[in-house]
């Protein structure tokens, strides 16, 4: 699609998943080689009941156009290519991870993906100033790594010729 028709980030407003919620018409169902319609549809309210990642639902002008499950976690520190600038005896970084990220069929290709990413990443600095987090990580595929790669992570190494792609950014001091 063309820049045109590319939604801003500050036209974006997010809410955090609630029973509430009406999402029956939300679909990411094209190419969704990883589950996301149906842990929107059926896993995501006990995710986030269990304490197991909180689900961001993102909204254009009252449409949701996107989610994103954000949860605590870690990563071995010799997985990235990031060098304290002490020693310590501490083997993992504190992580973001980007659990689920997924943009409605009706809205891909208009940067709603990108933003909703962004924000994410906003939220790991907030959460390093808050509480500490080193990096923001993912798990995804082959045919979604690309995505992230635009989103500005990195592949750890030892899963560049795997399947499933751990990624990670470090958080800027």
């Excluded at 063309?2 to 997010?14: A, D, F, K, Q, R």
């Excluded at 006990?46 to 870690?74: D, P, W």
């Excluded at 909703?116 to 808050?130: F, M, R, T």
Aim: proline residues 5%.
């Amino acid at each position: 699609m063309s820049g045109s028709n590319n939604i801003p980030p500050e036209e974006l407003s997010y809410q955090i998943l609630t029973a509430q919620h009406d999402l029956p018409s939300f679909d990411c169902s094209l190419q969704d080689e990883l589950g996301l319609n149906e842990f929107i549809h059926k896993e995501a309210l006990q995710f986030q009941h269990e304490k197991m990642g909180i689900t961001y639902l993102f909204f254009h002008r009252k449409n949701n156009v996107g989610f994103a499950t954000l949860a605590m976690s870690q990563i071995e520190i010799k997985q990235t290519k990031i060098k304290l600038p002490f020693k310590t005896t501490i083997t993992d970084y504190p992580a973001l991870i980007i659990g689920r990220l997924a943009t409605d069929n009706n809205y891909r290709g208009r940067n709603a993906g990108e933003n909703i990413c962004l924000w994410c990443l906003s939220k790991g600095k907030q959460l390093a100033n808050q509480i500490g987090c080193k990096l923001i990580i993912t798990c995804t595929n082959d045919q979604k790594h690309t995505f992230y790669v635009c989103c500005g992570l990195d592949m750890v190494p030892k899963f560049e010729s795997k399947t499933k792609k751990w990624m990670y950014l470090p958080i800027p001091l």
